[in-house]
């Protein structure tokens, strides 16, 4: 809210002159929640009583006498509680903020913080072993929506997904697409235990001698192996594609070997002295910095000699810090809990000077898909789960989208098919959009174009009723709301924000007239400002904001 800076202002000029300074960066305030207790309160007051020596309520009406707010900012302040002092402001203050709006446009709630820094975003990263399911569907919209809040807060973002193209999963893969081929061939093989069983398993197969007719047998595992990873890329760009998420950068696990990388950070290990040998295996002493005991980085000769996943995943984000990325973002699920530990460990192990939170981790529950009370599994392309692009197809992208974005990441979401379908006000998504599309029917029975109504020369007394006060502080509170959810990475905060919104909008709706009515000049100012911030909301999280519904 723009009223915020000059009362932080005052309030700060205020306690120097009781003899407390304090920094303005360092007063809070925040909207209460009953609008009965104003529109911007502060517990300054109780953060000084110590100092001071005095109650709290007598500290609040200490400030309040010593205040200097300019003119016309506030018409009433009052001391709430056990020392909250409660701000209410002028109506022209409120109402000043649809020329605010209406001037920033697509970019009203854009800030600065991140000063263009980079930031690196990595999420989905998936194996490419078959097509994405929904968890990294929800996956990818989390980190599409943090992405989008770090870009509108003034950060450069990258957005990256890593491959592993290697390993023991996709020598499953591949052993898998070998038996296909043999069946296809009319040589009755079985899928090796642990192998992958889906539909698309036999199309890759399909493909496989189609292209290949010279290989009928399959017999060159390692071609094999590299032809399924490249149609599963293709498979899952196809997948992400449905969900409208795109990648600046797709990084492959194989490069970290072909570059020797991988060998480059375990020489930094060892000289570094956090390593020793034992039975045969090379450990890195974790438990020097906190871990409940020692990793294996290299397996025993008699394992195979491989790395663990464990050194590859340090290699590849001293990659991102040599890469420019001071600030780096793993978006997961909480089934890589215990990969957070392991990996900052290896870093500060490195003695490069890596802060020991790098990088930060956003870890996300599980989806549990339900139609018609019961729950969704079975999948005809993945034969054991449902995929993202099924998801898609079934209720659409806005509300996929939506619906994955609605609730914190880390808790479990259930996903209710049948509610995502629906044309309610029981649907979060369509609530939302209806309240877009609504304010723009006002326009288009008016008969005219939103971008025709200007505040000039617009009285803002017009808009006293409670839903439009209610309105211009949501407004107001846009900007801080999208910083707010950007430093905490959680995008479930803008959902929130836009059902509450939405919320005033249907209520407004129904309540006055707009068109023919002395306020209507005032009223289409609002209208089309409320319009403007439930697009730049929707358009933040990923999601369209029709005109019509």
């Known amino acids: ?44 007051a109780l ?15 200490r400030l309040i006498a010593a205040l200097e707010l300019p003119q016309g900012l506030v018409r009433k302040i009052d001391v709430a509680g056990p020392g909250f002092i409660n701000f209410f402001l002028a109506e022209a203050e409120l109402a000043g903020v649809l020329e605010t709006v209406l001037a920033a446009g697509d970019r009203y709630g854009r800030g600065d913080a991140g000063q263009s820094k980079p930031v690196n975003v990595e999420f989905v990263s998936a194996n490419p072993t078959g097509p994405l399911h929904v968890g990294h569907g929800r996956q990818a919209a989390l980190g599409d929506a943090i992405a989008s809040l770090l870009d509108w807060t003034g950060w450069r973002v990258t957005r990256e997904f890593y491959y592993n193209d290697g390993g023991a999963q996709i020598m499953q893969l591949a052993l898998s697409v070998q038996a296909r081929i043999g069946e296809l061939r009319g040589r009755p093989a079985a899928v090796p ?23 009928p047998e399959g017999a060159d595992l390692d071609h094999v192996r590299r032809f399924a990873v490249q149609e599963l890329r293709k498979e899952q760009d196809a997948d992400l594609q449905a969900l409208g998420v795109k990648f600046d950068v797709y990084f492959l696990e194989s490069s970290l ?26 450990w890195l ?12 980085m290299r397996k025993r000769a008699e394992k ?29 699920g909480a089934d890589h809990h215990s990969t957070v530990t392991r990996v900052r460990i290896g870093l500060r192990a490195l003695e490069m000077g890596i802060p020991a939170g790098y990088p930060e981790y956003v870890l996300h529950q599980m989806v549990t898909v339900m139609k018609g009370g019961a729950e969704m599994k079975l999948s005809k392309r993945a034969g054991s789960y449902m995929t993202v692009r099924e998801l898609v197809d079934e209720v659409g992208r806005d509300a996929v ?65 409670p839903e439009e006060l209610l309105l211009l502080k949501q407004l107001a509170d846009f900007p801080s709301l999208v910083a707010g959810a950007a430093t905490a990475l959680e995008p479930h905060r803008v959902t929130g924000y836009l059902e509450g919104l939405a919320r005033i909008v249907h209520a407004w709706y129904h309540k ?32 369209s904001a029709p005109d019509r519904m």
Do not use: C
């Open 47 to 61: 953060t000084l009583a110590k100092a001071l020596k005095a109650k709290p309520r007598v500290v609040a009406e």
């Open 257 to 282: 070997y072909t570059s020797s990388k991988v060998e480059k950070t375990l020489g930094r290990l060892v000289a570094a002295g956090h390593t020793y040998e034992r039975d045969g295996a090379l």
């Open 285 to 296: 002493k974790t438990t020097d910095f906190g871990d409940d005991k020692d990793r294996v």
């Open 512 to 543: 006055y007239r707009v068109l023919g009515e002395p306020e209507e000049a005032a009223r289409l100012v609002l209208a089309r400002a409320v319009r403007q911030v439930l697009a730049n909301g929707l358009t933040l999280l990923g999601v």
């Open 401 to 465: 989208r939506y619906f994955f974005l609605m609730r914190r990441g880390d808790s479990h979401l259930v996903f209710d098919v049948d509610l995502a379908k629906s044309q309610t006000e029981e649907n979060p998504v369509f609530y939302v959009q209806m309240a877009h599309a609504r304010l723009s029917g006002i326009f288009r029975v008016a008969g005219r174009a939103p971008e025709t109504a200007s505040p000039n020369g617009v009285n803002p007394a017009a808009l006293d009723e």
């Open 304 to 332: 195979g000699g491989e790395y663990t996943y464990f050194l590859p995943d340090v290699a590849y984000h001293v990659d991102k810090w040599e890469r420019g990325f001071a600030r780096a973002i793993n978006v997961q």
């Open 1 to 44: 809210m723009r009223a915020h800076e000059p009362i932080r202002a005052a309030l700060a000029d205020a306690a120097a002159r009781l003899g407390a300074p304090v920094a303005a960066p360092d007063i809070e305030l925040e909207r209460p929640r009953d609008p009965a207790h104003g529109d911007v309160a502060t517990n300054l």
């Open 193 to 215: 235990e642990g192998g992958y069983h889906g539909e698309y398993v036999w199309e890759i197969a399909e493909r496989y001698l189609a292209a290949y007719p010279d290989d």
